[in-house]
Structure formats: C-alpha cells, structure tokens
C-alpha cells in the first residue's frame, strides 16, 4: 500500500539532510579562508588549468579573439620571437664571422702557400674570344647587383656592431635606409640576371664524368695536374649552380618578405629571415672565392669578363676542349 | 628607483576597452595602429579570459635586440622606448617582440612600413622638452614627466589593469589572489621579467 | 668595360622601376584594416 505519510516522511529527511550536506560543504571553504565569498551560484571557480595557462608555454603563439581587424594582434604571446631574437646575436654572428672573415683568412692563406696562378708557357699574345657582350652584360648585371646586395645584408645583420660604433646613429641610420632600398631594390637586377645565365649558360653547365677528374687532380690549383674542361670547368659549375640555386632561394624568401605576411605567419616569417640570411652567408663565402680566383688569384682570367677576350694559353692550359670545339667551328678545314 | 611594469588581472578584465580608448584618445593614435588591444581567449567558452596587452617594457628587451639600427633605448624607470629619428621601419621589433607590441603606419611592402610605433608607457620620446608639441606629434602624451601613470591603467574600470612599480603592483596583484583564492596566472609577466609573482 | 657600365645603368634604371611598382603594394594601416571591421559578438 502507498503509505502517504512515510512518503512525506522520507521527503523531510531528505530535505533536512540536503541542508545539512550542503552546509557542510560551504563551511569548510570558509574555516580555509574566512576573507572567501562563498561559491558563486555556478559553483564554477575556473583556475589556471582551466584557462590552458601553460600550453603556449611551447612557444608558439596564444591566440584569441580580438575586435579590431588586424588578425595579427589576436596572438597574446608568441615566444618564437625571443629564440629568433638568440639567434640574431648569437649564433648568427659566429655564422658570419665564418663565412667572411674566415673565408678571406683561407684565401690569403692559400695565396701565401700556393701563389698566383700563373699561365704555365707564358702569355701567347694571341687572343681568343670567350665571353660575347650579352654573356659579359647578364654576368655584371647579376654580379654588381650580387654585390650590393650582399654589403646592404650585411648591414642588417652586424652593420650594428662594425659601421654604427664608427659613424654615430644619425649618420648610420642614414646609410642603413639607403641600403634597405638598396636591398629591396636592386633585388630585382638580380632576380633578372639569375634567370638570363640560367638559361644562356645551362647547357654548359651540366655535370659531365670529367668534372670528376678535374677535381680529382685537383682543378689546376692544387698540384701539377692540368685536367681537361670544357667551356666551364667543374669548379665553375659549382658557382654556376650556387648561384642559380642559391639565387633563386634567396628570390623566394627574399621576395616573401617583401610583402610580410602575405604569404604566411609571424612564425613562417622568423624561419623565412633564417633561411634567407643562411643561403646569403653561405653565397658570399663561396662568391669570395670565386671572386679571388677570377680576378687577382689567377693570371689572365679576368679579362674574359672584362674585354672578352683571352690569352690563347690560358685558354689552351685551362679549357682546352672549348678551345678545340671554337676553332673547330671557325677552321673547319683544319 | 622605480622598476615600472604592466600587470593585468585576468580575472577581472570585462573586456570594456577602456583602456584601448583612453589610449587611442591621449595619444591620439591612428586609426590603424593599436598600442593596446584586448585579446579574449576561450571566447565564449568556460574559463574565459581577457587581457589587455600593450607594450610590457621587458627586462632584456627583445625589440631592442634585433634593432638593425639600435634606436631603442631604457629610461630611468626601466621603460622601452625607441627613437623615430633612427628608426628605419624594417620590422624585425615586431618579429623578436613577444606581445606583437610594435606597430606600423603601412602595410604590406617592407621597404615602407614608416616609422614603428608602439605603447611609451605614456613617457613621450627622446625629445628634449618633455610635453612639448613636437614631442607629442611624434610619441602622444607624456604623462611620466608630469608623475602620473599610463592613462589606460588609470582608466581601467575595473581596476585589472595595474601599472606602476613592479614590486608594488605585484603585492596588490597577490593580495587579491589570496582573498579571491584563485587565479589564472598573470599573462606575459614572466615572459617580460622572467620571474613569478608568489600567490 | 661598355658592358660593366652598361650593367650599372641596368641596374639603376631597373631599381627605379622597382620602386616605383613597389610603392603601388604600400597600403596605409588606415586603408588596411579599416575596410576590414568585424562586428563584435558576431563569431566567425
């Protein structure tokens, strides 16, 4: 039988007991801190886990919602930034201290041991034809947009700390404007110039089984050999590529960073500025190179840049395949 | 003398933008550029949390760091300032700073973003006479000369916003964890001074 | 020699071309965001 007052009963006790628990359940919070209000009505107090305090403790950027309408202020804290930041006056200088004065300590070395290099019968005082006008416009274009390129880059990175203490901030702010557009500038002489030599000069370019002899005897400038080469020798085709390759990464990053942000985010844009000073560095160390041995390192194979045209003993000691396959060409009877 | 810091209580942030206004108004901050912002994480959600977030004047200031042109520098109450005059607008302040404080009058081109502008802590620029016209043109008030405090802390309506001497807006930040009992951490203190409030 | 000249001149004249078009992609903040307002309380 349903039993009406024991229902009621029952409710009571429940109630009371309700009560009592739920009392219970307040008074201890007060007996901790007796200054606490008592728990909201949600009975909800969020505390930093709740609020994920710690996961962009990884580094990458806490993102929220903002009402203005740059999308970048939504990140609250990146801290990629302080280790690009480490970066740049850290290890970054050490890079350039290899790559530039390194490199040049082991080419005034190498000068001091091995010497000039000098053309083994003697200057011919016949000339040959080696580079035409476009093929000696396109290598300057590119070379002295290379050049200040590489001077107003290097400005960025340590210009603070060798040319600032030398001029004072005005006039140094002064030169760092103009090398930043300079920079932003001539970048595009080099971009054009980079594609000409590409494709007039590829196909000279291309690795043949005797680039391994010539370093295997050591290129002409390490030993007595005389290995053979065509139009480019090995070593030129390592710079040629270098420079493709090396170019057209600095292009891309370069060009990425033109227009900030449009293609990725503040993140992206930290790795693109690593990746960009990283070739650029790794460049001048192996344009340095290729500038001594073109120009003072070597004797007689400068001129195949400025006039043109070469002493046929250079040519015959240094590329005796190309001179085999012009005066082919020019003396076919022969 | 004193160290001057940032500390907002996440806590108790309304998300008002009272302190975006009373900036933008003093400093008469384009319409573009945003010294302070506030920024809403778990929007909508439980644990929702506002912050309002300026430049924070850090120890070792990144920004300052990686200045190609080294045109930052710290006054007397450890404040983060740059110079317009040298600055070149290349934008790496803005990459090295953890709180995206650094601004800039033009978007999208490298070459010409114009001169950074950012929080000042209300104390002007390196211009010699503090409050002058020329001084307020380029950097907005100084309010530092005339011993007040950054107007956005002063504005703030709910008092979550504290600036002043970093020992002192610590020890007020602590006391209202301990009567509360909770807290959801203050937001880039570490970051900016690598240490920890105790609560 | 003509051809190094020649490749300065290049240079110069290229740069200047440069700077112009770029100048054309540099958008003032006001412009930038100012078209781009979000409503508040509006989610995305």
Known sequence: MFDLSKVIAASRTLLAMTIIFGFLAIVPAHAQNPDRPPTPVTGFNPDKAEVHADEFKGGGPLVGHIVIPDQKAASL????????????????????????????????????????????????????TRFGSFERFMHWLTAFSWLILALSGLNEIVGRRVLLPLVGNEMFTTLSTAGKYAHNFVAFPFMIGVVLMFFVWVRHNLPEMRDIDWFAQGGGL?????????????????????????????SLTGLAMLFPFSVTDIAGMQLISVVHGGIAL???????????????????????????????????????LWVEEVTAKSHPAE | ?????????????????????????????????????????????????????????????????????????????????????????CGYCFYACPFGAPQYPKTTNFGSLGKMDKCTYCSGGPEEADGSAAEYAKYGANRMAEG????????????????????????????????RGYSSGVWGWNTAYQETINV | MKMMLLALVAIAGISVVANVVLEGFAVPAVVAFATKATRVGVPE
């Open chain 1, 77 to 128: 804290i990146q801290d990629n930034g302080r280790t690009w930041r480490d970066y740049r006056r850290g290890p970054l200088l050490w890079f350039v201290v290899a790559t530039v004065p390194g490199v040049l300590v082991l080419l005034l070395l190498f000068r001091l041991i091995r010497g000039r290099v000098m053309i083994d019968g003697g200057l011919a005082h016949r000339l040959i």
């Open chain 1, 222 to 250: 390490i030993g007595a050999g005389r290995p053979s080469a065509g139009k480019f020798n090995a070593g030129q085709k390592m710079v040629f590529w270098i420079v493709v390759l090396g170019g057209t990464g600095l």
């Open chain 1, 282 to 320: 790794l460049m001048i160390a192996a344009m340095l190179g290729h500038i001594y041995i073109g120009t003072v390192g070597m004797e007689g194979a400068v001129e195949a840049m400025t006039t043109g045209d070469v002493d046929l003993n250079w040519a015959r000691e240094h590329h005796d």
């Open chain 2, 1 to 89: 003398m004193a160290r001057m810091k940032f500390l907002c209580d996440a806590d108790r942030c309304i998300e008002c933008n009272a302190c975006v206004t009373a900036c933008k108004n003093a400093n008469e901050v384009p319409w573009g550029i945003n010294r302070r912002r506030v920024v809403t994480i778990n929007d909508g959600k439980p644990g929702e949390r506002s912050v309002s977030m300026a430049c924070m004047h850090c120890n070792d200031a990144p920004c300052a760091a990686v200045c190609p042109v080294d045109c930052f520098y710290t006054t007397a109450d450890a404040v983060v300032l740059h110079n317009k005059d040298l600055c070149i607008g």
């Open chain 2, 148 to 179: 007040k405090l950054p107007l956005c802390a002063e504005m703030c309506s709910t008092k979550s916003l504290l600036a002043g001497d970093g020992e002192m807006i610590a020890s007020i930040y602590a006391e209202r964890v301990k009567t």
